[in-house]
């Protein structure tokens, strides 16, 4: 019989909603449940959490509702105890630097959400420290394990586009003002100075997501806007929204590809999914969303002609065809946590890093300098 270890992992901040749902209740209680991760020599590795965060009461019920052991308020503590080899951040992304650099002088592997800091120097700073304490290291790049954008993966790596051309992205829906119907989001992420805004919470995806599919972004023109000035928050007290709420960026990506990302919490949804990305090339097109994949080649496209007298009565959508999913796709933050789990226990590989993550912040401070001075922003290579 296959031998299993143990490995310790800190969760701080489990008690938010991605911290909650993605992180504990997906990921790590979806693999201890399933016996651990599977190693290449056939042994596994089963996960222990320990709990951390502020209100010893949320923790006692989280622990007690899922059969978790462990919990604690004292991070220094759990830093300090050899039991737990990895450490996790779901932090808001103020506290994620203090708490990222305690666990590096601690020894510890460590996984996080993004963004990594709020400025580029803190996100770059937190790459050298851990490349100098020799520890591994992760960040969160989700939606590159989504159903639709392995799809889409597997059509660029087919060479089904041919030479890709463009890259058209919305992403978006309307979160409530907060006065007449509650918000969907909270409040922190309307005020600059809590570390809101859209341009900090979707350029780091947009990041990842272009220089892993398409290719390295090179430059940045953005308009980052605050469409709702005014909000009401979680105990019904209106408060100014400092931060933006809409973003509208075009990105120069290397091979002359051009994309167009459209980030809003201020639009309403005429799309099948939340996010969707059309992908156009000399062969064939895409249109990808969190799980769809809609092709048409290029022996398959219609040839429309423009005539605004009469009206066109053509329905563009049934020239689409669903792309097959030929595979079993699990839930893509699982996925990336057993990516990482093997990295610490078996050396595995590991793209996505704090040098990936210090990319992330770059282009949304880039971005948000590029709204603010009116003119595009050529962006220069990360390295230590």
């Given at each position: 019989?296959?031998?299993t270890?143990?490995i ?12 909650y ?35 010893e ?9 899922h ?6 308020t ?14 996790s ?6 506290a ?7 666990a590096?002088?601690?020894g510890?592997?460590?996984?996080t ?5 709020e400025?580029?120097e ?11 304490a ?22 660029i ?21 907060g ?68 973003a509208y ?29 059309q ?26 002609v423009?005539?605004?007298d ?7 959508d ?13 839930n ?16 595995g ?12 912040v770059?282009?949304?401070e ?5 709204s603010r ?12």
């Amino acid at each position: 019989m296959a031998e299993t270890t143990t490995i310790g992992i800190i969760m701080n901040g489990v008690s938010g909603r991605m911290g909650y749902r993605q992180h504990l209740l997906r990921s790590i209680l979806a693999i201890r449940d399933q016996g651990g991760v599977t190693l290449s020599d056939g042994s596994r590795v089963q996960v222990e959490p320990l709990l951390v965060g502020r209100s010893e009461a949320k923790l006692a019920e989280l622990a007690a509702r899922h059969g978790i052991e462990n919990y604690t308020t004292d991070l220094d503590a759990a830093l300090a105890d050899d039991r737990w080899q990895i450490y996790s951040d779901f932090l808001v992304t103020k506290a994620r630097v203090p708490a990222i650099t305690k666990a590096i002088a601690a020894g510890k592997a460590i996984y996080t959400e993004k963004p990594t800091a709020e400025s580029y120097e803190d996100a770059l700073e937190l790459a050298r420290l851990a490349q100098s304490a020799g520890v591994k290291n992760g960040v969160v790049h989700d939606k590159l394990y989504l159903p639709g954008l392995r799809k889409l993966k597997r059509l660029i790596d087919s060479g089904f586009f041919g030479r890709i051309l463009s890259v058209r992205g919305e992403f978006g829906y309307w979160v409530f003002e907060g006065d007449w119907q509650a918000a969907q989001r909270p409040s922190w992420n309307y005020r600059a100075e809590d570390g809101g805004g859209i341009v900090v919470d979707m350029f780091p995806h947009w990041s990842y997501v272009l220089e892993n599919l398409f290719g390295r972004v090179e430059s940045v023109y953005a308009r980052a806007v605050t469409e709702i000035p005014q909000r009401v928050d979680e105990n019904g007290d209106t408060y100014a929204a400092t931060a933006d709420d809409a973003a509208y960026a075009i990105f120069e990506l290397a091979g002359g590809i051009t994309a167009q990302l459209n980030s809003s919490w201020t639009t309403r949804v005429n799309r099948d999914e939340l996010v969707e990305f059309q992908v156009d090339g000399t062969l064939g097109s895409a249109v990808v969303g969190l799980f769809g994949c809609k092709i048409q080649p290029r022996n398959a496209t219609p040839k429309p002609v423009w005539n605004p007298d009469i009206a066109d009565k053509h329905d563009y959508d049934a020239d689409w065809i669903e792309s097959p999913a030929n595979d079993v796709f699990e839930n893509g933050f699982k996925t990336q946590w057993e990516e990482f789990i093997r990295h610490v226990a078996e050396d595995g590989p590991n793209a996505f890093d704090f040098l990936a993550g210090a990319r992330g912040v770059l282009l949304a401070e880039e971005g948000l300098r590029s709204s603010r001075e009116g003119r595009r922003i050529e962006l220069p290579e990360v390295t230590l």
